[in-house]
C-alpha cells in the first residue's frame, strides 16, 4: 500500500537490471525457502478501515480519572510541543552521521545536553537512553566498570521496576552482589548504610523523590559513598527539580531519571526517555550518544556526534554500552518542553504538582482509618495506609466509580500490608480529589 | 536550503531573556502546604532558555529546516531503512485511548491496547515462523541484549554454564559484538568468505562446547542472503548451540521467507524500521525477540496473554530473565506496527521485500560503470559499492562523495561499512521509493564521479550548500563541548 513502483516501473527495472523476472533476483535464497504460506489475513484494510478500527480497539480501554504514578505521570503536553515534535523534517530523519545535513537535531541535541546538566546540576548529560530503568542500569554498570568492584547497595525507595531491570542488566550474574539499605520512615537509614560500606562496594545507588514521593536528604551519602571509594548513582523526577535539591548538589557521581514527565505521552509504558548525566571525569564513561560543538571549515559554528570511540559502531566488543537507536525525539520533546518552561515555569509546575499532592493526601487522610505510612516531606505520591484490602479498595472504585484511586504497594513492598500509592500532579482539579474523597470514604 | 543558512545559528540560551514566559501553571489546586524544607530546596534556578512561545516555535522551526529527513530527501542509508511512514499511524497512537493510558493501569482497563498487543505478537510469530515473542525491547540492540540473556538461561538451566562464546561474523553490525560483551560473553570473530558469506570451514573451527550462540545478520550487512543457513544451523546445533538472527534488516524478507523455517532459535525485529515508524532523528525504536517453543518460558517480563476472552499481561513465568526495562515495552511504536500489520495483507507485506530488492538491484545496475559493486551477486534490500578507479585515482574517498551528495540534495548512504570493505558506500533505497528518484540519485552519483576528473577539488570541499562547511571533528573529540 504504500509502494511507488507501478507494475510497469517493475518490469522496466527488472530489464535494466538485466533479469527475467523478479525471481531471478533472489536466487540465493534456497527455493524451498521462499513465498511460504501465512495464515494472516488474506486482505489487508485500508487506511479508513485501520483507523476505525484502532478507534474501536483504543475506545476498548477504559478512560477514567487515575492517580497512579509510580514512574509515569499524567502531565500536561502543550500545544506547541505537539506541534514542533509533529515536524516532518524532525519525525522523519535518522541519528545525525552526515554533520552537515543534521545541523538541527546535532543542535538540539546539544540543547538537550545542556538543558538535562543544568537540570540536573551535573557536568554532562547524553543523547538520552531508553527509558529511566535502563539509564539507571547503565549508570551502576559505569560505576562497577570504574571501581572494577561488584557489590552495589540500592536505597529501599528506588523504583522496583528499576532494581528489577537492574539486576537483569547484570545478567543474572552471581559474580554482583545486590544489597538494599536499611530505611527509616521510607528513606535511607544513613546508620544502615554506613554498616554496609566497604572497600568491595562499587556505588550507593539511591532515587529522591523516591518510589513512595518521599523526597530524601543525600547530604551525607556521598561522603559516605566516597570514604569507602565507591560512586553515589542518584535517579531523580525532573519536574521535582524545579523544586527540589539536585543529584549534583549532594555529590551524584552519575545522575538519571525518566524523562516521560516532560511533556511525553503515557501509552502504557513508551515510548519514554531515560535521562543520563555525569560528573566530567566519567565523561568517557557514558553510553550512547552525544552532540558536541565544534567549528567548520570557515570557523563558523557547528555540531557533530562525539567521543565516538565509546560507541557500538567504532569499537565494537570494546564499546561502553551496545546503544544504538536511543530516544532522540523524546529527547527533542523534554528539549522543547523545558525551553516552553524556563526556570520559573519549572518551578510554578514543580510547585502545583506539590500542592495537588499535599492537597489529596489531606483530605484523604481525614478519612477515618486512613494515614501516611511515611512521614518525610513528599512530592507528586505519597503512601497511604489503609485500613483495608488495598487491592480489593481499587477494583471497587475502578468498577463502580471510574477512578484509580492509586496502585497496591503489595506486590513489590509485601511488609507494607495494605497501602495505597496515590499520585496527584498539575493536571488534578480540586473536584477529582473532591470524588476521589467521597469515593474512597464510601467504600472501605 | 540557503536561505536559511544566514540566519542566526544562536542556541536557544542565547536567545534568552530573564522574566520571558511561554508557558505559566498557575495551579489547579491550591494549597497551603507546608514549604519545602530549607534542606531539601533547591538553591540556584537551572540555566534554562527563558522564551516566549513564539521564539520557541521560532527557534525549532528554524532547527528543523537545516535538517535532512526522509519527507525532505531521499535518504538511501543503508541497514537503516529509511522509508515512508505511513502518516496514519501518528494519529492512531495518539489517540486518546492509547496515549492516555498509564502503563500500570489494570488489565481490566487496558484490554484495547493488550488486544493490539497481543494480536500483533501473533501476527510477528506467524510472519517470523517462530513459536512465542517478547514485546517488550526498546530498540534492535536492546533486542540482542534480551535475546543472549534468554540464550544463557536456556544454557544455565541445561547446566551448560561453560557456554560463554558467541560467534559473530566480521560483517555483523557493531552493536551484536557489543551485545556479547556487555552481557560478559566472549565474542569471538569470524571472517567471512570471500563470497562475503559465513564460511563454512571457519565456522566449524571455532564452534565447540564453548560455543552458546551464532549471531548472524541475515540477510548479512554487505546485502548478501546467507544461503547456507540450513547448513550453519545444523552445525551450530550439532554442536549444542544456539542460533541467533539479527532480523532488523527484515524488511528484505518480510512475507517471503520465515526464519523460522531457516532453523534459527532467537531472532529479533526492528520494529522501527520495518514495521513503519519514522526514526525521529535516532529514535524512539521499538524491538521483539521471536524464540522457538524451547525458549519460552525464559521471555522477559510481562508477556501478554489471553485467557477466557480476556487480555492479560502475564507476569507468572518462573523461569523468565526479569524485566529488561520498567513498564511494557515501546508501546506507541508497536501501536504504529499493528496498525501497518492490518493494512497489509501476507500478499502485500511480500511486496514491500519484493520491491526493497528491486530498488536496490535498480541502485546497484545504474550505478555499476562508476562505483563497482563489492559482491557481483545480485542483492537483497540493500548493495555495497565502493568509488571507482577514476575517483581513486584522484585521490577522492567515500567521505567526499557522500559530502558532495548533500550538495545535490540527497542524503548520503551509510559510508565506510561494513567495515570489511574497503571505502564501503552502503545503499539502501527501501521499497517504497519510486524508480523516478533512484534515477534522480543515480544520475547525481554519475555527476560526482565526471567531476572527480573535471573538477576534483570541488568534491574535496564539499559541501558548500549546506549551512555549515565540513566540521572539525577531531577538535570536538580532543576538547569537548558538550552543554552551554
Ligand atoms: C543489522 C542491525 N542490527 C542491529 C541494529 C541496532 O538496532 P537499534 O538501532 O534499534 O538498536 C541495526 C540498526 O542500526 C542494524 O542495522
Given at each position: 500500500m504504500f509502494i511507488g513502483n507501478t507494475k510497469k516501473d517493475r518490469e522496466e527495472m527488472l530489464k535494466i537490471i538485466g533479469v527475467n523476472s523478479f525471481s531471478d533476483l533472489v536466487k540465493q535464497v534456497p527455493e524451498k525457502f521462499l513465498y511460504p504460506k501465512f495464515k494472516l489475513p488474506a486482505d489487508g484494510m485500508d487506511e479508513m478501515q485501520a483507523a476505525a478500527a484502532m478507534r474501536t480497539l483504543a475506545s476498548k480501554n477504559k478512560m477514567l480519572k487515575s492517580f497512579v504514578g509510580a514512574g509515569a505521570y499524567a502531565r500536561y503536553i502543550p500545544a506547541a510541543l505537539k506541534?514542533?515534535?509533529?515536524?516532518?523534517?524532525?519525525?522523519?530523519?535518522?541519528?545525525?552521521?552526515?554533520?552537515?545535513?543534521?545541523?538541527?537535531?546535532?543542535?538540539?541535541?546539544?540543547?538537550?545536553?545542556?538543558?538535562?546538566?543544568?537540570?540536573?546540576?551535573?557536568?554532562?548529560?547524553?543523547?538520552?537512553?531508553?527509558?529511566?530503568?535502563?539509564?539507571?542500569?547503565?549508570?551502576?554498570?559505569?560505576?562497577?566498570?570504574?571501581?572494577?568492584?561488584?557489590?552495589?547497595?540500592?536505597?529501599?525507595?528506588?523504583?522496583?521496576?528499576?532494581?528489577?531491570?537492574?539486576?537483569?542488566?547484570?545478567?543474572?550474574?552471581?559474580?554482583?552482589?545486590?544489597?538494599?539499605?536499611?530505611?527509616?520512615?521510607?528513606?535511607?537509614?544513613?546508620?544502615?548504610?554506613?554498616?554496609?560500606?566497604?572497600?568491595?562496594?562499587?556505588?550507593?545507588?539511591?532515587?529522591?523523590?523516591?518510589?513512595?514521593?518521599?523526597?530524601?536528604?543525600?547530604?551525607?551519602?556521598?561522603?559516605?559513598?566516597?570514604?569507602?571509594?565507591?560512586?553515589?548513582?542518584?535517579?531523580?523526577?525532573?519536574?521535582?527539580?524545579?523544586?527540589?535539591?539536585?543529584?549534583?548538589?549532594?555529590?551524584?557521581?552519575f545522575a538519571v531519571g525518566e524523562g516521560q514527565g516532560l511533556g511525553l505521552p503515557l501509552s502504557y509504558g513508551g515510548p519514554y526517555l531515560g535521562i543520563f548525566t555525569c560528573k566530567k571525569e566519567y565523561v568517557r564513561q557514558m553510553p550512547g550518544r552525544i552532540s558536541g560543538l565544534t567549528k567548520d571549515k570557515d570557523g563558523k559554528r557547528g555540531f557533530v556526534l562525539t567521543l565516538q570511540a565509546r560507541e557500538q559502531h567504532i569499537r565494537r566488543d570494546k564499546a561502553a554500552s551496545n546503544i544504538c537507536s536511543n530516544e532522540a525525539l523524546c529527547a527533542l520533546g523534554a528539549t522543547i518542553y523545558l525551553a516552553l518552561l524556563g526556570p520559573e515555569g519549572l518551578k510554578e509546575l514543580a510547585q502545583a504538582n506539590y500542592d495537588a499532592a499535599h492537597a489529596a493526601a489531606e483530605r484523604l487522610c481525614a478519612i477515618k482509618g486512613i494515614s501516611l505510612k511515611f512521614k518525610g516531606t513528599f512530592f507528586n505520591e505519597f503512601t497511604l495506609a489503609l485500613p483495608c484490602d488495598a487491592r480489593k479498595l481499587r477494583s471497587r472504585l475502578i468498577e463502580k466509580e471510574n477512578i484509580d484511586p492509586g496502585l497496591p504497594l503489595k506486590d513489590f513492598y509485601p511488609e507494607l500490608g495494605d497501602t495505597l500509592l496515590v499520585c496527584a500532579t498539575e493536571t488534578t482539579t480540586e473536584e477529582d480529589v473532591s470524588r476521589l474523597e467521597k469515593a474512597v470514604r464510601e467504600s472501605i | 536550503m540557503n536561505d536559511i543558512t544566514k540566519l542566526d545559528n544562536r542556541l536557544s540560551i542565547e536567545k534568552s531573556a530573564p522574566g520571558r514566559r511561554a508557558l505559566k501553571f498557575k495551579g489547579r489546586i491550591k494549597h497551603g502546604a507546608a514549604p519545602v524544607p530549607e534542606t531539601l530546596r533547591r538553591k540556584t534556578a537551572p540555566r534554562l532558555p527563558e522564551l516566549s512561545e513564539f521564539d520557541a516555535v521560532r527557534h525549532f522551526t528554524r532547527l528543523s529546516k537545516i535538517n535532512?529527513?526522509?519527507?525532505?530527501?531521499?535518504?538511501?542509508?543503508?541497514?537503516?531503512?529509511?522509508?515512508?511512514?505511513?502518516?496514519?499511524?501518528?494519529?492512531?497512537?495518539?489517540?486518546?485511548?492509547?496515549?492516555?493510558?498509564?502503563?500500570?493501569?489494570?488489565?481490566?482497563?487496558?484490554?484495547?491496547?493488550?488486544?493490539?498487543?497481543?494480536?500483533?505478537?501473533?501476527?510477528?510469530?506467524?510472519?517470523?515462523?517462530?513459536?512465542?515473542?517478547?514485546?517488550?525491547?526498546?530498540?534492535?540492540?536492546?533486542?540482542?541484549?534480551?535475546?543472549?540473556?534468554?540464550?544463557?538461561?536456556?544454557?544455565?538451566?541445561?547446566?551448560?554454564?561453560?557456554?560463554?562464546?558467541?560467534?559473530?561474523?566480521?560483517?555483523?553490525?557493531?552493536?551484536?559484538?557489543?551485545?556479547?560483551?556487555?552481557?560478559?560473553?566472549?565474542?569471538?570473530?569470524?571472517?567471512?568468505?570471500?563470497?562475503?558469506?559465513?564460511?563454512?570451514?571457519?565456522?566449524?573451527?571455532?564452534?565447540?562446547?564453548?560455543?552458546?550462540?551464532?549471531?548472524?545478520?541475515?540477510?548479512?550487512?554487505?546485502?548478501?542472503?546467507?544461503?547456507?543457513?540450513?547448513?550453519?544451523?545444523?552445525?551450530?546445533?550439532?554442536?549444542?548451540?544456539?542460533?541467533?538472527?539479527?532480523?532488523?534488516?527484515?524488511?528484505?524478507?518480510?512475507?517471503?521467507?520465515?526464519?523460522?523455517?531457516?532453523?534459527?532459535?532467537?531472532?529479533?525485529?526492528?520494529?522501527?524500521?520495518?514495521?513503519?515508524?519514522?526514526?525521529?532523528?535516532?529514535?524512539?525504536?521499538?524491538?521483539?525477540?521471536?524464540?522457538?517453543?524451547?525458549?519460552?518460558?525464559?521471555?522477559?517480563?510481562?508477556?501478554?496473554?489471553?485467557?477466557?476472552?480476556?487480555?492479560?499481561?502475564?507476569?507468572?513465568?518462573?523461569?523468565?530473565?526479569?524485566?529488561?526495562?520498567?513498564?511494557?515495552?515501546?508501546?506507541?511504536?508497536?501501536?504504529?506496527?499493528?496498525?501497518?500489520?492490518?493494512?497489509?495483507?501476507?500478499?502485500?507485506?511480500?511486496?514491500?521485500?519484493?520491491?526493497?530488492?528491486?530498488?536496490?538491484?535498480?541502485?546497484?545496475?545504474?550505478?555499476?560503470?562508476?562505483?563497482?559493486?563489492?559482491?557481483?551477486?545480485?542483492?537483497?534490500?540493500?548493495?555495497?559499492?565502493?568509488?571507482?578507479?577514476?575517483?581513486t585515482k584522484q585521490g577522492i574517498k567515500t567521505l567526499d562523495i557522500a559530502k558532495r551528495l548533500l550538495d545535490y540534495g540527497f542524503h548520503a548512504p551509510t559510508v565506510y561499512f561494513p567495515l570489511i570493505v574497503h571505502e564501503a558506500i552502503m545503499i539502501e533505497p527501501t521499497e517504497t521509493e519510486t524508480r523516478e528518484t533512484i534515477d534522480e540519485f543515480a544520475s547525481a552519483m554519475k555527476k560526482i564521479s565526471a567531476e572527480a576528473a573535471s573538477d576534483p577539488q570541488k568534491v574535496k570541499d564539499a559541501p558548500h550548500t549546506m549551512p555549515v562547511k565540513r566540521l572539525d571533528e577531531v577538535q570536538a573529540a580532543r576538547q569537548p563541548n558538550l552543554r552551554w
Open positions: 506541534a514542533l515534535l509533529s515536524r516532518g523534517e524532525f519525525l522523519t530523519a535518522y541519528t545525525p552521521y552526515q554533520a552537515e545535513a543534521s545541523q538541527g537535531i546535532l543542535q538540539t541535541i546539544y540543547e538537550y545536553q545542556s538543558s538535562m546538566a543544568a537540570l540536573y546540576e551535573m557536568d554532562y548529560g547524553n543523547a538520552s537512553m531508553y527509558d529511566g530503568a535502563s539509564a539507571f542500569a547503565e549508570a551502576v554498570r559505569a560505576a562497577v566498570r570504574i571501581t572494577g568492584r561488584k557489590k552495589v547497595l540500592y536505597s529501599y525507595g528506588v523504583n522496583p521496576q528499576y532494581i528489577a531491570t537492574l539486576k537483569t542488566y547484570f545478567g543474572g550474574g552471581e559474580d554482583y552482589k545486590f544489597i538494599q539499605i536499611p530505611h527509616k520512615d521510607g528513606c535511607l537509614d544513613l546508620a544502615g548504610l554506613e554498616g554496609l560500606l566497604d572497600q568491595e562496594t562499587a556505588c550507593v545507588a539511591a532515587q529522591s523523590p523516591n518510589f513512595f514521593g518521599l523526597a530524601e536528604d543525600f547530604g551525607k551519602v556521598s561522603e559516605l559513598a566516597k570514604a569507602q571509594g565507591a560512586l553515589f548513582v542518584a535517579a531523580a523526577d525532573p519536574v521535582s527539580l524545579g523544586l527540589f535539591r539536585t543529584p549534583g548538589a549532594q555529590g551524584a557521581d | 535532512f529527513s526522509v519527507d525532505s530527501h531521499f535518504y538511501p542509508l543503508g541497514s537503516c531503512t529509511m522509508k515512508y511512514n505511513p502518516r496514519v499511524n501518528e494519529d492512531i497512537a495518539a489517540l486518546d485511548g492509547f496515549a492516555g493510558l498509564h502503563p500500570l493501569a489494570s488489565d481490566e482497563t487496558a484490554q484495547g491496547t493488550l488486544e493490539c498487543l497481543y494480536d500483533l505478537q501473533n501476527r510477528l510469530c506467524e510472519l517470523c515462523g517462530m513459536d512465542a515473542i517478547t514485546l517488550q525491547p526498546a530498540a534492535g540492540a536492546h533486542s540482542e541484549f534480551t535475546g543472549l540473556l534468554v540464550a544463557r538461561a536456556y544454557f544455565a538451566r541445561k547446566g551448560q554454564k561453560d557456554r560463554v562464546e558467541i560467534i559473530v561474523p566480521d560483517s555483523a553490525h557493531g552493536t551484536n559484538p557489543a551485545t556479547a560483551s556487555m552481557l560478559g560473553f566472549s565474542p569471538v570473530n569470524i571472517n567471512s568468505g570471500p563470497d562475503g558469506r559465513v564460511d563454512l570451514e571457519v565456522l566449524k573451527r571455532h564452534l565447540g562446547a564453548k560455543t552458546a550462540v551464532v549471531m548472524l545478520t541475515v540477510p548479512n550487512t554487505l546485502g548478501i542472503f546467507e544461503s547456507n543457513i540450513e547448513t550453519i544451523t545444523k552445525m551450530a546445533h550439532e554442536a549444542g548451540a544456539l542460533v541467533y538472527m539479527d532480523g532488523a534488516n527484515f524488511n528484505a524478507l518480510i512475507g517471503l521467507v520465515k526464519p523460522g523455517e531457516l532453523g534459527v532459535d532467537i531472532m529479533h525485529l526492528n520494529m522501527h524500521k520495518t514495521f513503519s515508524t519514522p526514526h525521529g532523528g535516532g529514535g524512539p525504536g521499538a524491538g521483539a525477540i521471536a524464540v522457538k517453543k524451547y525458549l519460552d518460558s525464559y521471555l522477559p517480563v510481562p508477556v501478554i496473554k489471553k485467557e477466557g476472552g480476556r487480555f492479560l499481561a502475564d507476569f507468572n513465568r518462573p523461569l523468565t530473565v526479569g524485566r529488561v526495562k520498567a513498564f511494557f515495552g515501546n508501546t506507541g511504536v508497536l501501536l504504529k506496527a499493528y496498525a501497518y500489520m492490518l493494512m497489509h495483507s501476507s500478499r502485500e507485506l511480500g511486496e514491500i521485500a519484493e520491491n526493497a530488492i528491486i530498488n536496490a538491484n535498480y541502485a546497484k545496475a545504474l550505478l555499476k560503470d562508476c562505483f563497482p559493486a563489492h559482491s557481483k551477486e545480485h542483492c537483497m534490500h540493500e548493495c555495497v559499492l565502493t568509488p571507482g578507479p577514476e575517483m
